[in-house]
């Protein structure tokens, strides 16, 4: 079967959602094409010969810039069976639909696609040899568009009543869709959301871009590095209220085997990587998985750096253990803090608190490592003296350099299917779901903090564009805060901080897309090429 794969983003890095399936698929046979619309330009030719066309869908981001391809991809192919995968495929499985696609996958994806394949294949060769539509993909002849989502076993005669999302999770039932469509109007037979063990085998990255082509790491000094990127992860044991994983996984992860983990680790290396990034939820959800994995990275790999991301809260409880994370050649930690609110954290069910971050940031300092925290500075409940409070804390903490300024200027997204929506006042803020936006959208009871908001985005989007320090950004939106809440800006005062490295891909998971990513979908991304590469020993 002749199979397109397409990633629309993936924070600037290859996106193992490609490279992992892409070896199920080709293993058994399948002949598979690889698209990364961030790097690669989308060949018509390969899309009109494709028979399954499948979407990666692992974040906010990548979903909407999905929704304005799918239409010119049926289009171009209305034969195509079209399949959506990944965290926001279930979420936003109705809209999708909508839209045209037959099949959706969440979870533990790499068994659903093949099976998909197969069954689509098999269905080829019977309607091929019996000339008759294959059973199983009979078009539902209905007169209007999307309807909802019904559950029912494969021998009911009519449909149950609609399910609600816990009960859809979980069950093994044939999905039934109904809309206006042809072929794309099909039963779907996989479990929409699976977490079923797997047994992975080593991604195939043939046919993307270069890694040189992806986000490099940036090194004290001016130069780069070549980075690569796997999971050793998936999925989460936490259930914190704004996260996209958990409408998915609800608790469960699941762990690349090691062995996998480290093939697929060498051949980046052997294509030039020098810095590997863990793209895993929580590096920390399995510690000894996680330990023992970075032991014999370190042994195998001396001179390779690499980073992950882990939560406050491990950082905390595991703190014995970053030593070792430090000797094996961790260049830098990213972590969620998402505010020093007590309010909010409570509220987004985080598991850390403000005193938490602060320590696990001196600790940190202590043992000469890097942290990079991550925030989500605008939500409904932020005041400008709250956000004014935060960039505060970040100069007394001496995370100005350690904070990528587009941080300071991300808004709480809040999709369908999130815990947020468990809390009773949340209903009292949102407005009635946007599908074409794929969220709940909100507004704060104050507009000078949804101004100040879009003033920061500008901010972070120049500097980004011009190349501007850290610090001379930060230093913008310090003065930007304090003229929104009519004050005069305090002389900012930074200590003069060692140099960080950092990747230099800015943009992150539970963002917006920007208007330059809706615009370019379905061409190439021109990567900017680095200037000089640095020799990693010095950071190990």
Not at 149 to 178: E, F, M, Q
Not at 387 to 407: G, H, K, M
Not at 503 to 521: G, M
Request: charged share 25%.
């Amino acid at each position: 079967m002749k199979i397109v794969l397409i990633s629309t983003y993936e924070l600037g890095r290859q996106p193992f959602g490609l490279v992992s399936p892409a070896a199920w698929l080709r293993g058994r046979g399948h002949e598979v094409v690889c698209f990364d619309l961030t790097r690669q330009t989308l060949d018509s030719a390969a899309v009109r010969s494709a028979e399954l066309i499948a979407i990666y869908l692992p974040m906010h981001t990548a979903t909407r810039l999905a929704c304005k391809l799918i239409p010119s991809l049926r289009a171009q192919n209305s034969l195509a069976h079209l399949c959506c995968y990944g965290l926001y495929a279930p979420m936003n499985a109705e809209y999708l639909r909508s839209l045209g696609v037959g099949t959706i996958l969440g979870g533990e994806f790499e068994g659903g696609l093949v099976r998909l394949a197969e069954r689509l294949g098999a269905a080829g060769a019977l309607k091929e040899k019996n000339k008759i539509f294959p059973q199983g993909l009979k078009p539902l002849k209905v007169g209007g568009l999307m309807s909802e989502l019904k559950l029912r076993p494969p021998s009911a005669g009519k449909s149950a009543p609609p399910a609600d999302w816990d009960a859809l999770k979980r069950a093994p039932t044939t999905l039934v869709v109904r809309s206006r469509l042809s072929a794309e109007g099909t039963r779907q037979q996989e479990p929409i959301i699976s977490m079923e063990r797997l047994r992975f085998e080593v991604p195939d990255r043939a046919g993307l871009a270069p890694i040189a082509k992806y986000a490099h790491l940036i090194v004290p000094g001016g130069g780069y590095r070549l980075v690569g990127s796997t999971e050793a992860s998936r999925g989460c044991k936490h259930l914190c209220r704004h996260c996209p994983i958990v409408p998915v996984y609800n608790g469960v992860f699941r762990i690349v085997e090691r062995d996998v983990v480290l093939a697929d680790v060498r051949q980046q290396v052997a294509a030039g990587a020098q810095h590997i990034s863990f793209g895993d939820p929580d590096f920390f959800n399995g510690i000894r998985h996680a330990l023992e994995l970075v032991e014999a990275f370190h042994r195998e790999f001396p001179g390779v750096t690499y980073d992950v991301t882990i939560k406050i809260e491990h950082l905390r409880k595991q703190e014995r253990h970053l030593a070792r994370l430090r000797d094996t050649g961790c260049l830098f930690v990213i972590s969620a803090v998402e505010s020093v609110d007590d309010g909010i954290l409570e509220r987004l069910d985080k598991g850390h608190t403000r005193e938490d971050f602060l320590y696990v940031a001196r600790k940190f300092r202590e043992l000469g490592m890097t942290l990079h925290p991550t925030f989500v500075p605008f939500t409904p409940w932020t005041t400008l003296e709250g956000y004014l409070d935060l960039l505060r804390v970040l100069v007394a903490a001496e995370l100005v350099e350690n904070v990528a300024p587009i941080q300071l200027g991300i808004r709480l997204l809040i999709p369908e299917g999130s815990r947020l929506l468990e809390l009773e006042d949340v209903w009292g803020i949102v407005s009635a779901f946007d599908a074409e936006s794929l969220v709940y959208p909100w507004r704060n009871a104050d507009a000078r903090v949804d101004a100040l908001s879009e003033t920061v985005q500008a901010i972070a989007a120049e500097a980004d564009r011009k190349k501007e320090s850290r610090a001379a950004a930060f230093a913008r939106i310090w003065e930007a805060a304090h003229a929104a809440a009519g004050e005069a800006a305090p002389r900012l005062q930074v200590r003069a901080a060692r140099g960080v490295p950092f990747l230099s891909e800015p943009w992150y998971c539970c963002a917006e897309p920007t208007r330059d990513q809706l615009v370019a979908i379905g061409g190439a991304a021109v990567a900017r090429e680095p200037e000089k590469v640095v020799a990693a020993d010095g950071f190990v």
